[in-house]
């Protein structure tokens, strides 16, 4: 299992809390700010995922919610993407071998390259929410 490496931001309970009691759509602003600084992994994992048929590259995705933004990979259209990633032995009598990596190829890599350009867009956006809402950032 990979080190996870997050992002963690001091007193965004306390943050959300306000925003809600501000109106019901500044909340999802958090959602959306999420989802833009994580395009920058997504868009660089992809770019540096091999292309076969372009469906492991397609199930590279940002989820998230106001509290949380996940980047997955695979799926039911794409379920060989983990092993692509991280590698392992799969099929028949593990006939098909990759070396195992446990920081992955693709996904964990374009988040270290990406992390302080991740952490920069996710500061302002929330600074941008914080003035728009007439809050302070501590």
Same mark, same amino acid.
């Given at each position: 299992?990979?080190?996870?490496d997050?992002?963690?931001?001091? #007193?965004?309970?306390?943050? %959300?809390?306000? &925003?809600?009691?501000?109106? @019901?759509? =500044?909340?999802?602003?958090? %959602?959306? =700010? #999420?989802?833009?600084?994580?395009? &920058? +992994?997504? #868009?660089?994992?992809?770019? *540096?995922? @091999?292309?076969r048929?372009g469906? =492991? %590259?397609?199930? +590279?995705?940002?989820? /998230?919610?106001q509290?949380? +933004? ?7 259209r794409?379920?060989y993407? @983990?092993?692509? *990633?991280?590698g392992? /032995?799969?099929g028949?009598? *593990? /006939? =098909? ?6 920081d992955?190829?693709? +996904? ?14 996710? %500061?302002?956006a929330?600074?941008g ?6 809050l302070?950032? #501590?």
């Amino acid at each position: 299992m990979p080190i996870i490496d997050a992002v963690e931001i001091v #007193g965004l309970r306390e943050f %959300r809390r306000a &925003l809600r009691e501000i109106g @019901p759509a =500044a909340p999802r602003r958090l %959602r959306v =700010a #999420g989802n833009d600084a994580a395009a &920058l +992994v997504v #868009g660089r994992a992809r770019r *540096d995922m @091999p292309v076969r048929s372009g469906k =492991a %590259r397609a199930s +590279v995705r940002a989820k /998230s919610t106001q509290a949380a +933004v996940k980047i997955t990979e695979g799926g039911p259209r794409a379920p060989y993407t @983990p092993w692509l *990633d991280y590698g392992g /032995s799969v099929g028949v009598n *593990d /006939s =098909a071998k990759r070396p195992f990596i446990a920081d992955g190829r693709y +996904v964990y890599p374009a988040y270290y390259a990406s992390k302080p350009e991740f952490e920069g867009l996710l %500061r302002t956006a929330l600074q941008g929410i914080a003035d728009d809402a007439g809050l302070e950032l #501590g």
